[in-house]
């Protein structure tokens, strides 16, 4: 009952946390948004449409946890809703390449006829950016590393400080300089930086969907491992995969002709030692006949 508390209570937190994140992201998003269309800035234009993907992302973060918090609402789902939170996460980055090249295009067309951009106002919704910015990545940093959902707004808010930092230089060389084409190049370079990010997020996601091993599970090291049990003569049907980040499986059967219950123990242990708490084994004599099966959960 505890451990149940205990994840409940993290989920209330990663929810709240989340709802003050989107509002002060709203807030501002309105604001550069305005700003933008009312001065000619691509630069800016650039960081509110990274901003408007920081709200969808936050959004669909929090639709997703919500829905793996109801868990499974039907036997035809047996793994409840947790998969939400990686379909999620491509959305995300296929909104982040769309703004991206949409960006790119844009800054393109402005290349020998760039458009006279007010300095003064880029320096105040830059610096108002930098600090929503911050305290949103204060909210969501411990967050990020329990959900792929949130890691994914956590991600685009990160990104989307450097763009603020971006448009602040922006414009102050303009207010200095005067010179036309740094609104043009930090657009681009917003562009850039986000493009990279957008896609390791959908290579993140994409190998959970896949059902790849997880990255940091050397899969013929733990095969070795479970062959290296004492009375362990075989290890076949070796299954490791991702539901979720944090959430690894694990499936395997050991041939062995010793003690199954001894042997099943043993193997939980070598298990447990790499993180694979959630673990299905089965001991079968040499002979191939079923002899013991354990399904250990402590999600």
């Given amino acids: 009952m505890g451990a149940g508390h205990d994840h409940s209570h993290g989920q209330d937190a990663r929810v709240s946390r989340m709802l003050i994140a989107a509002a002060i992201l709203t807030g501002f998003f309105v604001l550069e948004l305005t700003t933008a269309l009312m001065i000619g800035s691509i630069?800016?234009?650039?960081?509110?449409?990274?901003?408007?993907?920081?709200?969808?992302?936050?959004?669909?973060?929090?639709t997703a946890v919500l829905l793996a918090r109801k868990g499974s609402a039907s036997?035809?789902?047996?793994?409840?809703?947790?998969?939400?939170?990686?379909f999620t996460a491509v959305g995300n980055a296929v909104l982040l390449l769309g703004v991206a090249a949409f960006i790119l295009y844009e800054a393109f067309e402005r290349l020998g006829d760039a458009p006279d951009?007010?300095?003064v106002p880029m320096?105040?919704?830059?610096?108002?950016?930098?600090?929503?910015?911050?305290?949103?990545?204060?909210?969501l940093r411990s967050q990020s590393q329990?959900?792929?959902?949130?890691?994914?707004?956590y991600m685009e808010v990160v990104a989307d400080t450097v763009g603020s930092i971006g448009v602040l230089i922006a414009g102050i060389v303009t207010v200095t300089t005067r010179w036309p084409y740094a609104d043009v190049v930090v657009a681009v370079f917003v562009a850039l930086w986000v493009l990279p990010r957008a896609f390791s997020l959908a290579r993140s996601a994409l190998r959970i969907l896949s059902e790849s091993s997880p990255a940091h599970i050397d899969v013929d090291e733990l095969r070795a491992a479970l062959c290296a049990v004492d009375g362990v003569s075989e290890v076949h049907d070796l299954h490791v995969w991702t539901l979720v980040p944090g959430k690894d499986v694990v499936t395997a059967h050991l041939t062995s002709s010793d003690d199954s219950a001894r042997v099943l123990d043993d193997a939980r242990a070598v298990?447990?030692?790499?993180?694979?708490?959630?673990?299905?084994?089965?001991?079968?004599?040499?002979?191939?006949?079923a002899d013991c099966n354990c399904e250990s959960n402590n999600w």
Avoid at 76 to 84: D, F, L, P, S, V
Avoid at 271 to 289: N, Y
């Fill in 146 to 153: 329990e959900s792929l959902a949130v890691k994914g707004a």
């Fill in 123 to 139: 320096i105040v919704v830059a610096s108002a950016g930098l600090i929503a910015n911050f305290v949103v990545v204060l909210l």
């Fill in 75 to 86: 036997p035809a789902r047996t793994y409840g809703w947790h998969r939400a939170e990686v």
């Fill in 43 to 62: 630069a800016l234009l650039a960081d509110a449409g990274h901003m408007l993907t920081d709200l969808v992302a936050m959004f669909m973060g929090l």
């Fill in 271 to 289: 298990l447990a030692a790499r993180g694979l708490d959630h673990a299905t084994v089965q001991v079968e004599p040499p002979s191939g006949a």
């Fill in 117 to 119: 951009v007010p300095g």
